[in-house]
């Protein structure tokens, strides 16, 4: 019970300034062999709080999925916030197949750590964690909280409008609902795009989580919102994406 409230707290703090274990510090790309980098700005109620940095890039015969995010103004940077995240795996008929994931976060000086490694041989993996070890039973439809986005843009590209997700996370695997909605037009930093809002079905609960997806960019998300009705509300927006080296924009305003 210790460990399930410290990591509550922990968690809630940075799921509410940073995304992290959601979906925002994740990117995807149709194409398997497109290295990008992606930035993006975290605000609370508006004001600017964090940034993200998420970099897919081959090393080897492996692709690595890489996330990083810190504390750039008021109380994140106060405390310090900062996370690392990365994913090791491989592509199979467009679908990332991950192999191994960490994670590492620190806020106000607490270290938190911990890891997944996958065997889709017996389709298990087994997790280490700060209470030691988990193995847990997975299904092809699991990721790891970094890599979920990669699975997400592979139903997307099916047309598939309502699905459900299992992501591993720590000692246990949580299954997630979404649903996909018509396509809209979408302002960002980088002009205007055509995107298509996924939101996570949460029954009797105030609190809501949406993101949009351009299909034009292989359905990498251009912005997150996460937020409790009557509460705060966080929002994550692509500032630069670069992929395959060129600068991406889009048109300069979308038509009323």
Known sequence: MIHLTKRFKTRKFLVATGFIGICACQAALADTDIPFEAVYEVTINGKP?????????????????????????????????????????????????PNEFRFHSRLAGHNERWSASFDWTTNMVTTEHEDGESILAVTNRASDPLSVTLFTRNLLEQGVQKFTLEMVDEDVIDHHDYLA????????????????????????????????????LAFIPLQIRHGKKGGKEYKMRITSLIMDGKEISGTADCPS
Do not use: D
Not at 50 to 64: H, I, K
């Open 49 to 97: 709080r964090l940034e993200t940095r998420v970099s897919l890039s081959r090393q080897g015969e492996a692709w690595v999925l890489e996330s990083s995010s810190k504390g750039t103004r008021g109380m994140a940077k106060f405390l310090n916030v900062r996370s690392n995240e990365s994913s090791t795996g491989r592509w199979e008929n467009k679908r990332f197949v």
């Open 181 to 216: 909605g018509p396509v809209e037009q979408l302002h960002t930093p980088l002009g205007c795009f055509e995107v298509t809002p996924v939101k996570r079905i949460r029954i009797n609960s105030k609190r809501y989580t949406q993101a949009w997806y351009a299909k034009s």
